[in-house]
């Protein structure tokens, strides 16, 4: 039986499901693993995940819109600059020093705003 148009978005629903489940197959046991072996892993965990999160969230924003003044490492300036706003603010949490880490978010989102005009 040959695949028709009507098939192909249930084939691709699955796709997206396999490659969700492999995605936490992975994911699951290195967040149970940051867990067990205590705080600075999970912080750390944290930390990767969020600067994976702006990496994407940067990549996304980036495509295809408005004039980009300069890319750096593959990235416009500006999503470097969330990614060391990000990275600096969960330092600072992983440290305790929660006002610095709230400084942090405001002071960050206060440059984005200034870079996006």
Do not use: H, N
Not at 8 to 25: D, F, H, T, Y
Not at 53 to 79: N, Y
């Amino acid at each position: 039986m040959g695949a028709t148009a009507a098939m192909a978005p249930r084939a691709e629903r699955a796709q997206a499901l396999r490659k969700r489940l492999i995605s936490a197959a992975i994911l699951l046991p290195l967040a149970a693993a940051a867990v067990w072996l205590g705080s600075y892993y999970w912080d750390g965990l944290v930390g990767i995940f969020a600067l994976a999160m702006v990496w994407e969230w940067t990549g996304m924003c980036a495509s295809g819109r408005g004039p980009q003044r300069g890319v750096i490492f593959g990235t416009a300036p500006a999503g470097l600059v969330s990614m060391l706003a990000v990275a600096a603010t969960v330092a600072a949490a992983a440290a305790g020093r929660y006002q610095i880490a709230l400084l942090l978010v405001v002071a960050g989102a206060g440059v984005l705003t200034l870079m996006s005009m």
